[in-house]
C-alpha cells in the first residue's frame, strides 16, 4: 500500500510540475488545487502548498513573494518540458490508440508506440488511487448498427498504402472486387484514408480516369508503390467530398422523402431527426414524415431496416424499389 501511495503522489507532484508556467507572476497554490482537481487529483491547498515547498527542494522553482497570495513558476531559463504524461494525456491517449491504428502511417505510430505504452502504464498505476484514472472502464463507444467482426488488413500492403499516400505516389494494386467477384489490376491515385465504422477505405482515382472512388483496404491482395507523382484531382477535397455522401455510397443526389411511420418510428425520429428539415404531420393517428436526404445505400438498408414500420410514398424509384426487395424477401420466407 505504502508503493502504491507514493505512486500517486508521485504522480501528482509530476501533474504539478508540469502546470508551472516559466515566468512571474507565476500561479498560485489556490488556482493550482483548481486546476489539479480538474486533473482527476482531490486534494487540499495545504498539500499542494506542501508539495510546492518540497519540489523546490530538488527542482528549480521559485516562489514570487512580493505580493499575496505567492505565486509559483519555473525559474527563468530552467528546462520546464518534463517527460511523460499527464492524466489527461494519459485518458486521451487511451481512447483513440485503436481508432488511430488504420489511420497513422506505421513510421508515425511506431513513435506514437511508447506514448501509449506511457499512458496504459499510468492509468494501471493510478486507477486503484485517483478515480479520474478509472474514467477509462466508465466510457464505451458501441456502433448502432449490428455489431460485424472488422475484416483482416494485410499490415504490410496497409504499410504500402499509407507510404504512397504520404508521399503523394501512386500505386499499382491487385484489388477484389466484389461487385463483379473478380480480381481487377489497377493503377490509383491515392487521396485519403477513411475510417468508417469497422472498415477501413482508400478513397482514389483510377488511371485513367478522374472520378473519385472507394476502396475497402481488406480487399487489396497486393499493392506497390511506383515513382510516379499520383495525379489529385484539383478540386478534391477530403470534408467536402464526405460531406457529399461518399461514405453513404452516393453519388450525391438529394431527394424529398414522404412516408408513413409507425408510432413507434415517430418518438425515434422525433428526437433523432433525418435532416434539419424534417416534418412529422400527425392526423387520426397517422404520422406523415418529410425529410430531405440523400439517395444512397445506406438510406435503402435504413428503410428496409424499419420493416413494417415505414411506408414510402415518395420519391416513387425509392417506393418501388423497397417494394421489389419486401416482395423477394416474402418469397423467401414462404
Avoid at 528546462?79 to 481508432?99: I, R, W
Amino acid at each position: 500500500m505504502p508503493a502504491a501511495n507514493s505512486r500517486s503522489t508521485l504522480s501528482r507532484q509530476w501533474e504539478l510540475l508540469k502546470m508551472l508556467p516559466n515566468r512571474m507572476p507565476g500561479d498560485t497554490a489556490q488556482m493550482l488545487t483548481a486546476r489539479l482537481a480538474d486533473a482527476g487529483y482531490k486534494i487540499s491547498k495545504r498539500t499542494v502548498e506542501r508539495d510546492l515547498n518540497e519540489l523546490s527542494l530538488v527542482f528549480p522553482l521559485q516562489c514570487n513573494d512580493k505580493g499575496k497570495p505567492q505565486g509559483w513558476y519555473w525559474v527563468p531559463g530552467a528546462p520546464s518540458d518534463l517527460p511523460g504524461v499527464s492524466l489527461s494525456e494519459a485518458l486521451t491517449l487511451q481512447m483513440v490508440e485503436n481508432g488511430l491504428r488504420p489511420l497513422l502511417p506505421s513510421s508515425i505510430l511506431k513513435s506514437l508506440e511508447p506514448r501509449f505504452a506511457q499512458a496504459r502504464h499510468k492509468l494501471d498505476a493510478l486507477t486503484g488511487h485517483v478515480p479520474a484514472a478509472r474514467w477509462i472502464d466508465k466510457i464505451a463507444s458501441v456502433p448502432p448498427e449490428l455489431n460485424l467482426i472488422a475484416p483482416d488488413i494485410d499490415e504490410k500492403l496497409l504499410e504500402v498504402i499509407q507510404q504512397a499516400l504520404l508521399d503523394d505516389l501512386q500505386i499499382a494494386s491487385t484489388y477484389f472486387s466484389a461487385h463483379t467477384n473478380k480480381m481487377r489490376n489497377l493503377t490509383l491515385n491515392p487521396l485519403a484514408l477513411i475510417l468508417r465504422g469497422n472498415i477501413t477505405y482508400l478513397s482514389a482515382t483510377v488511371e485513367p480516369y478522374r472520378d473519385v472512388r472507394l476502396f475497402a483496404m481488406h480487399r487489396f491482395r497486393q499493392a506497390e508503390i511506383l515513382p510516379i507523382a499520383a495525379r489529385r484531382p484539383d478540386d478534391f477535397d477530403l470534408k467536402t467530398y464526405i460531406r457529399g455522401g461518399a461514405l453513404q455510397f452516393s453519388q450525391g443526389e438529394m431527394i424529398q422523402l414522404k412516408a408513413i411511420i409507425s408510432d413507434e418510428l415517430a418518438t425515434q425520429l422525433i428526437e433523432t431527426p433525418l435532416s434539419h428539415d424534417m416534418l412529422i404531420n400527425t392526423k387520426a393517428g397517422i404520422h406523415e414524415l418529410s425529410a430531405t436526404v440523400l439517395d444512397s445505400w445506406q438510406l435503402h438498408w435504413w428503410v428496409l431496416s424499419q420493416a413494417d414500420g415505414i411506408e414510402v410514398l415518395a420519391p416513387q424509384t425509392l417506393r418501388t424499389d423497397i417494394s421489389k426487395k419486401l416482395k423477394l424477401a416474402c418469397e423467401q420466407y414462404e
